[in-house]
């Protein structure tokens, strides 16, 4: 993507990211070497869908930002809410894409012309498994993050992914409802719509716009679900005793509970009031990964998947 264009692009969103305080210190820092990164692709497509990404997400965190403050606490004990992201959720959800950028600029070199058209063949393969690579990145982690920033606003309360008989406290890992679902949808429908204004297709490619943009929204849908079962099944929800509301860490870090906790029954021993971390108990899940390392893992196996679908789609 061509600098003069780039540079004053992101110096805007960094600076709105600092106003509104969307971002840490570290987080700006990691934004910037990230955007910096995406720009270095000949196509202008992969900075964009980072752009698009970084504005749907905030966006979606600032939607009726003090009803969800309510639904949650914070590990600290306020009240809960997304705060500014850090540089490590900043990374977690584009480490894949930025390190596609830095494979094209290895075997390509910086700046250069982007493929006149997608689907050319075996002489541009590599280029369209990288492209294809960082939009499937971007569809499922915008999913992701529109179905948990929107999802939790649901008037029905969550199922548990693996156990859709049993509702849990909103906030769950793994919690899923159908507005969540939808919104997920249409995060992915949104990076794909945005594709498409990018990518021509060669008359040679069995790919055109349309199974695209349904492989892109799928990705992006699976994204979401597949972000749900893995903190279903690797992650910890941790509910405060007290209020049975779910307890989030610092930047998606884990929560730190009482060993003792889950073993305890409310009515053992004399009456005492809980404090900190004996107030809380692991309601599902395991302590395996934190939710930063959930949604890299997440969006690691859909950009893979990606690749792998979109080649045997264009075969």
Known sequence: MRPMIA?????????????RRSLTPLGLLAAAVTATIHALHPSALPFTLLLVFFV???????????????????SSGSSGGEGPRTSIQVLANSACASILCVVHVWFYGVGGTPAVCYGAGKNDALRDVLLLGI???YAAVTADTLSSELGILSKSQPVLITNPFRSVP????????????????????AIAATSLLFLTFCASSTLNAASTF???????????LLDSLLGALLQASVVDRRTGKIV???????????PRTKFQKQSDGP????????????????????NNQINFLMASIITISGIVGGNLLSR
């Open 7 to 19: 540079i004053p692009i992101a110096l805007t969103i960094l600076a709105r990211a600092y106003l």
């Open 56 to 74: 749907l997400g905030t966006s979606a965190t600032k939607v009726k930002h003090e009803v969800k403050a309510t639904l949650t606490l914070s």
């Open 135 to 137: 939009i499937a990145n």
């Open 170 to 189: 909103k906030g769950t890992n793994g919690g899923v409802t159908l507005a969540g679902l939808l919104a997920g949808a249409g995060g992915g429908a």
């Open 214 to 224: 349904l492989l892109l929204t799928a990705l992006g849908t699976a994204g979401t």
């Open 248 to 258: 989030e860490g610092p930047g998606g870090l884990k929560v730190l509970t009482n």
């Open 271 to 290: 009456a005492r009031r809980l404090s900190g971390e004996e107030s809380r108990l692991i309601n599902s899940g395991t302590d395996i990964l934190d």
